[in-house]
Structures are given as structure tokens and as C-alpha cells.
T-cell receptor, first 110, second 114 residues
Framework: KNQVEQSPQSLIILEGKNCTLQ??????????LRWYKQDTGRGPVSLTI?????NTKSNGRYTATLDADTKQSSLHITASQLSDSASYIC?????????FGAGTRLTVKP | KAGVTQTPRYLIKTRGQQVTLSCSPI?????VSWYQQTPGQGLQFLFE???????NKGNFPGRFSGRQFSNSRSEMNVSTLELGDSALYLC?????????????FGPGTRLTVT
């Protein structure tokens, strides 16, 4: 069964600290993996999209990694800011199947 | 460039009624996808329309339907509303499509069924 699992479910960090969010998937075949940031009450915003051949992709302070062999991805946030408080959703697409993780709720405190 | 717009933003309906939601994509985008988001189930894919044709469909009952017009604007209809249909309904537009294209989400329509 195609699934996407994210961990942790929630995370609280202090402003300025780094953090890493995890995404494990069993979706097959694999087309791409995306990370989205969703602020409360708003639509998701794309952070990165990676295909099979890409190991790392950065977008400012966000860096996503992909290990297609172990079917794992991570999103690393550097020097966190209060505005990083949001839900981060991992989405894996394979063929015509699109699977969403439940998300990680990140809270950055001053 | 204007972003994806959705109307209405908030809606309250009664069980058994039907509802129509609207989505206007970014100019030039031919793909519009619809999603349901609930606290329990998270984000779930409903369907994708590309150049007025349904190209992909998620695992939702036939009460959920959609269409796309020649100007790429899309509508989603839910008939015989149930309490479980209460959710945030998001649409996303893309130039090349859901599978490989960059998607841009609208702010969503918050539907409450009482």
C-alpha cells in the first residue's frame, strides 16, 4: 500500500536553532517528492520538488534531501525564524498516484 | 501575476444540500486540481482537470464532481452533503499538471456542514 509517513508529528524549537523533519514513503513507482509549508488558514506553498536523480535541493534556509534507495527524505531548516512556524507536508507522486503525509507541526519560539 | 483565487472563502451548509465551489487559476495555467483537507485525514486529492478534461481522480464518492471551463476556471460540486464533508477545500493550479508540474495553491474554501 502506498503510504507517506512523517515524523515527528510536532516539534517545538527556539528561534535561531536548526531542525530536521523526516519523511518515509512506500510509494511505487516514484515520480517526485515535494515539501510544502502551510501556514494556519492558508494554502500550502511549495518549498522543493525532487525527482529520482536528485539527492539535495535547497530553497533559502530550507534544504531537502532524498535517498531513493531507502525511500527517505528530510527537510532541514537552518537558523529558524518565528515565521517558520507552520505545518510541513511531504507529498510523494508515483504514476498517477499522489500521497500526502500527515505533516509535521513546527513551532518556533522566541 | 495574480495568484490562485477561490470563492467563497467560507460557507455553511445543511446536511443534504449541495454546494459549488469556484477556483480561478493563475493566468496561463491549464491544470486545476482539487483537494480536501481535514484534521483527521489530512490532505487528500480529489481530481485534476487539464484543458477541460478530467485527467486524474482520487478515491472519493461520486457526490464529488467537478468541471473546467475554456478559460481554465474550475468548479467543484458536492451533492447531498454529509457532516463528514466539513473541510478546507483547496485548489491548485499548474502549467503542466499535477504529477510533474509546480503547483500553486489557493487560500481554500472552508466548508462547514451542520
Amino acid at each position: 500500500k502506498n503510504q507517506v509517513e512523517q515524523s515527528p508529528q510536532s516539534l517545538i524549537i527556539l528561534e535561531g536553532k536548526n531542525c530536521t523533519l523526516q519523511c518515509n514513503y512506500t510509494v511505487s513507482p516514484f515520480s517526485n517528492l515535494r515539501w510544502y509549508k502551510q501556514d494556519t488558514g492558508r494554502g500550502p506553498v511549495s518549498l522543493t520538488i525532487m525527482t529520482f536523480s536528485e539527492n539535495t535541493k535547497s530553497n533559502g534556509r530550507y534544504t531537502a534531501t532524498l535517498d531513493a534507495d531507502t525511500k527517505q527524505s528530510s527537510l532541514h531548516i537552518t537558523a529558524s525564524q518565528l515565521s517558520d512556524s507552520a505545518s510541513y507536508i511531504c507529498v510523494v507522486t508515483g504514476g498517477n498516484d499522489m500521497r500526502f503525509g500527515a505533516g509535521t507541526r513546527l513551532t518556533v519560539k522566541p | 501575476k495574480a495568484g490562485v483565487t477561490q470563492t467563497p472563502r467560507y460557507l455553511i451548509k445543511t446536511r443534504g444540500q449541495q454546494v459549488t465551489l469556484s477556483c480561478s487559476p493563475i493566468s496561463g495555467h491549464r491544470s486545476v486540481s482539487w483537494y480536501q483537507q481535514t484534521p483527521g485525514q489530512g490532505l487528500q486529492f480529489l481530481f485534476e482537470y487539464f484543458s477541460e478534461t478530467q485527467r486524474n481522480k482520487g478515491n472519493f464518492p461520486g457526490r464529488f464532481s467537478g468541471r473546467q471551463f475554456s478559460n481554465s476556471r474550475s468548479e467543484m460540486n458536492v451533492s447531498t452533503l454529509e457532516l463528514g464533508d466539513s473541510a478546507l477545500y483547496l485548489c491548485a493550479s499548474s502549467f503542466s499538471g499535477t504529477v510533474n508540474g509546480e503547483q500553486y495553491f489557493g487560500p481554500g474554501t472552508r466548508l462547514t456542514v451542520t
